[in-house]
């Protein structure tokens, strides 16, 4: 991978799109994670005005002093970078009561964590003039699915969503993130019990980038078939994620 050529490509798709569009200013959800991390440096990189929000739901204290570490460093190299710490603890627990207890599932309330982050992120977006970041690699926005649907997947534009977890890896590493990040188990920081991604879907990033990548010419090992198998099952039960909404296409001989 050609990594100073792939963060300027990045970086000034980030400035067309931004210079085509009158956008004044980029708006990163940050959580202490990797994915997260680069994306809102990659986003310091054009100039513009970026915004790093942490959007912390009981969140462990770890996730927080990582992303807190990350932007003070962010903040020291650029200009253009400022750094907002929203608590939305007491807002998601109030949002539980008014909930009633027959709608409630440890999944969905876990995901409603995801989508009050989104609507605060794009409250801030709207008021700047700005556009909501996403931050999701390629193993996730399109390989099984695994994000929010209207949390972290309603973004405006993706920059890194076409780099698998080890590129994320390597350009990470390469524009000088953190160390503690770039080493840190990945987690959606979804759950109080600060579960990791790979503990969730059952496989590692690196075996879910060799299934995506998986062309069927040799004869895989047991594990192999494992982790093709979870992949192939996310995949299909996360494509309603993946792809553009079903519209009911209406016969031109019906308005006639």
Known sequence: MKLLETQNFIVNWLKNYAKSNNTK???VGISGGIDSSLTSTLCAFTGIKT?????????????????KAHAKWLIQKHKNVCFENIELTNLFEKYKKTIPLKFHSDLNLANSRARLRMTTLYQIAAKLNGIVVGTGNKIEDFGIGF??????????????????????????????????????????????????????????????????QHNG??????????????????????????EPIPVCSIPERLRN
């Open 217 to 242: 010419t040799k004869q895989l090992t047991k594990r192999e078939q494992e982790v093709l198998e979870i992949y192939k099952i996310l995949h299909k039960k996360n494509t309603h994620k993946m």
């Open 147 to 212: 994000f929010t649907k209207y949390g972290d997947g309603g973004v405006d534009i993706s920059p890194i969503a076409d780099l698998t977890k080890s590129e994320v890896k390597k350009l990470a590493d390469f524009c000088g993130i953190i160390k503690n990040i770039i080493n840190a188990a990945p987690t959606d920081g979804l759950w109080e019990d600060g579960r990791s991604d790979e503990s969730q879907i059952g496989a590692t990033y690196n075996e879910l980038e060799w299934a995506l």
């Open 51 to 67: 915004v790093l929000v942490s959007l912390p739901i009981h969140q462990k204290k770890n996730e927080l002093d990582n992303a």
């Open 25 to 27: 200013s980029f708006i």
